[in-house]
C-alpha cells in the first residue's frame, strides 16, 4: 500500500474514531458491527486459553474484542490498528493494554512474539498477500489466530452496499456546493452567477435532495433540514461558520464513503477465501474449514476463520 494509500485510510477510519460522523451526522452514519452474537462467539474462541498469554488484537478499532479479552482476565494485551486516534481510545478507555498503531502488512513485532492473534472485521482490509504472512511470522509455533472476516453474503455487505449507494447519491444531488453558491449570494453578494440562476440552481438539488431525505431519513434529511434552518436564520451566523459547517458535511460523506468502500472491498467472497486459505497453508497456518457465524435470524454476521501455526 502507498504511503497516500495509507494516511488517506488512517484519514478515514480516524475520523470514525474520533466519534466525529456519528455524532454530527445523525443515524445515517451509525455503525454496522454490534450485535450480541459477536460477543458470545468471542467469549466462546477465547476459552480454554491460559489467560497470562501473550495475545494481539489485530486491526482492533476502539477494542470491542480487547474489552472481551479483559473481561476474561488475559493480562498481556497488545491492539494493533492503523488509526491514531482507535488506538488513543484504546490506551485511554482500557488499561494495561499495549496501543500500536501500525499497518496489519508490516508490523513492528518480534517473529514468534504471540501466543494468539484475534481480528474482528480487519485483517481482511489489508492486502492479505502481506498480511497472511505477517500474521504468520508472529505467531509463535503452536499459537492460534482466530478471525471473525466480512463476507459478501451476509447482512453487514448488504447494509454497506446500500450505503454506499446513499452516500453517492447525497453527492450527485450536488446540494452542497448549491447551498453554498446560495449563501453566498445571500450574505456576500459576491458571486459570478445572478441570484435567478442560483436560486434555480440550488432549487433543482433540493429537489434531488428532498427524496432521499424522505427514503433514508438519516444524513439527507440531517443535511436538507439544516440547511433550511440555517437559511432561515441565517442573519445570526457568519458566513465563515456556515462554510465550515458544509466543509464538515464534505468531508464526513467522503471519509465515510471512503469507509465504507474499504469494508466493502474486504469482504471475503468464496475466490479470495480459496487464496487466502492456500497463503495461510503456504506459511503454515493450517485453517479449519470456514464456517459463518450467524445472527438470531440465521443471516450471516461473517466468516470464522480459525487456524494453528505448525512448524
Ligand atoms: C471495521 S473496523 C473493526 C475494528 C474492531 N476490530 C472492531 O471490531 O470493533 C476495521 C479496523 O481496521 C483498521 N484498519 C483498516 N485497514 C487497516 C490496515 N491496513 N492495517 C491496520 N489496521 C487497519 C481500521 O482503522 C479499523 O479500526
Same mark, same amino acid.
Request: glycine share 8%.
Given at each position: 500500500?502507498?504511503?497516500?494509500?495509507?494516511?488517506? =485510510?488512517?484519514?478515514?477510519?480516524?475520523?470514525? /474514531? @474520533? %466519534?466525529?460522523?456519528?455524532?454530527?451526522?445523525?443515524?445515517?452514519?451509525?455503525?454496522?458491527?454490534?450485535?450480541?452474537?459477536?460477543?458470545?462467539? /468471542?467469549?466462546?474462541?477465547?476459552?480454554?486459553?491460559? *489467560?497470562?498469554?501473550?495475545?494481539?488484537?489485530?486491526?482492533?478499532?476502539?477494542?470491542?474484542?480487547?474489552?472481551?479479552?479483559?473481561?476474561?482476565?488475559?493480562?498481556?494485551?497488545?491492539?494493533?490498528?492503523?488509526? @491514531?486516534?482507535?488506538?488513543?481510545?484504546?490506551?485511554?478507555?482500557?488499561?494495561?493494554?499495549?496501543?500500536? *498503531?501500525?499497518?496489519?502488512?508490516?508490523?513492528?513485532?518480534?517473529?514468534?512474539?504471540?501466543? =494468539?492473534?484475534?481480528?474482528?472485521?480487519?485483517?481482511?482490509?489489508?492486502?492479505?498477500?502481506?498480511?497472511?504472512?505477517?500474521?504468520?511470522?508472529?505467531?509463535?509455533? %503452536?499459537?492460534?489466530?482466530?478471525?471473525?472476516?466480512?463476507?459478501?453474503?451476509?447482512?453487514?455487505? @448488504?447494509?454497506?452496499?446500500?450505503?454506499?449507494?446513499?452516500?453517492?447519491?447525497?453527492?450527485?444531488?450536488?446540494? *452542497?456546493?448549491?447551498?453554498?453558491? =446560495?449563501?453566498?449570494?445571500?450574505?456576500?453578494?459576491?458571486?459570478?452567477?445572478?441570484?435567478?440562476?442560483?436560486?434555480?440552481?440550488?432549487?433543482?438539488?433540493?429537489?434531488?435532495?428532498?427524496?432521499?431525505?424522505?427514503?433514508?431519513?438519516?444524513?439527507?434529511?440531517?443535511?436538507?433540514?439544516?440547511? @433550511?434552518?440555517?437559511?432561515?436564520?441565517?442573519?445570526?451566523?457568519?458566513?465563515?461558520?456556515?462554510?465550515? /459547517?458544509?466543509? %464538515?458535511?464534505?468531508?464526513?460523506?467522503?471519509?465515510?464513503?471512503?469507509?465504507?468502500?474499504?469494508?466493502?472491498?474486504?469482504?471475503?467472497?468464496?475466490?479470495?477465501?480459496?487464496?487466502?486459505?492456500?497463503?495461510?497453508?503456504?506459511?503454515?497456518?493450517?485453517?479449519?474449514?470456514?464456517?459463518?457465524?450467524?445472527?438470531?435470524?440465521?443471516?450471516? =454476521?461473517? /466468516?470464522?476463520?480459525? %487456524?494453528?501455526?505448525?512448524?
Amino acid at each position: 500500500m502507498s504511503e497516500r494509500d495509507l494516511t488517506a =485510510l488512517d484519514q478515514d477510519w480516524s475520523n470514525y /474514531w @474520533q %466519534g466525529r460522523t456519528g455524532v454530527e451526522s445523525g443515524a445515517a452514519l451509525v455503525g454496522v458491527e454490534k450485535h450480541p452474537e459477536i460477543e458470545a462467539f /468471542w467469549k466462546a474462541q477465547l476459552q480454554g486459553f491460559d *489467560v497470562s498469554i501473550p495475545v494481539l488484537d489485530l486491526c482492533c478499532g476502539a477494542g470491542t474484542v480487547l474489552k472481551i479479552l479483559k473481561g476474561l482476565g488475559y493480562s498481556q494485551l497488545t491492539g494493533a490498528d492503523i488509526s @491514531q486516534a482507535a488506538i488513543e481510545i484504546v490506551s485511554r478507555e482500557i488499561g494495561d493494554v499495549r496501543g500500536v *498503531v501500525t499497518p496489519a502488512d508490516a508490523m513492528p513485532f518480534r517473529d514468534d512474539e504471540f501466543d =494468539l492473534v484475534v481480528s474482528q472485521y480487519g485483517f481482511e482490509y489489508g492486502d492479505f498477500t502481506k498480511v497472511i504472512p505477517e500474521i504468520s511470522r508472529i505467531v509463535r509455533n %503452536g499459537g492460534t489466530f482466530v478471525s471473525l472476516s466480512h463476507d459478501t453474503v451476509g447482512a453487514i455487505h @448488504q447494509e454497506v452496499s446500500a450505503q454506499i449507494v446513499e452516500m453517492k447519491q447525497i453527492r450527485d444531488t450536488g446540494f *452542497v456546493p448549491a447551498a453554498r453558491l =446560495l449563501f453566498a449570494a445571500a450574505m456576500t453578494g459576491k458571486t459570478e452567477k445572478t441570484n435567478a440562476e442560483i436560486s434555480a440552481e440550488f432549487r433543482a438539488a433540493q429537489m434531488k435532495l428532498f427524496p432521499l431525505a424522505q427514503k433514508y431519513r438519516g444524513l439527507s434529511e440531517y443535511i436538507y433540514m439544516n440547511t @433550511q434552518s440555517m437559511y432561515n436564520q441565517h442573519r445570526n451566523y457568519t458566513f465563515k461558520d456556515i462554510m465550515i /459547517w458544509f466543509d %464538515g458535511i464534505e468531508n464526513d460523506v467522503d471519509r465515510f464513503l471512503g469507509r465504507m468502500e474499504s469494508m466493502h472491498a474486504s469482504a471475503i467472497n468464496p475466490e479470495k477465501m480459496k487464496s487466502m486459505r492456500d497463503l495461510f497453508a503456504a506459511n503454515n497456518i493450517e485453517l479449519e474449514p470456514e464456517q459463518s457465524l450467524l445472527d438470531a435470524q440465521g443471516a450471516s =454476521l461473517g /466468516w470464522i476463520l480459525k %487456524g494453528t501455526k505448525s512448524g
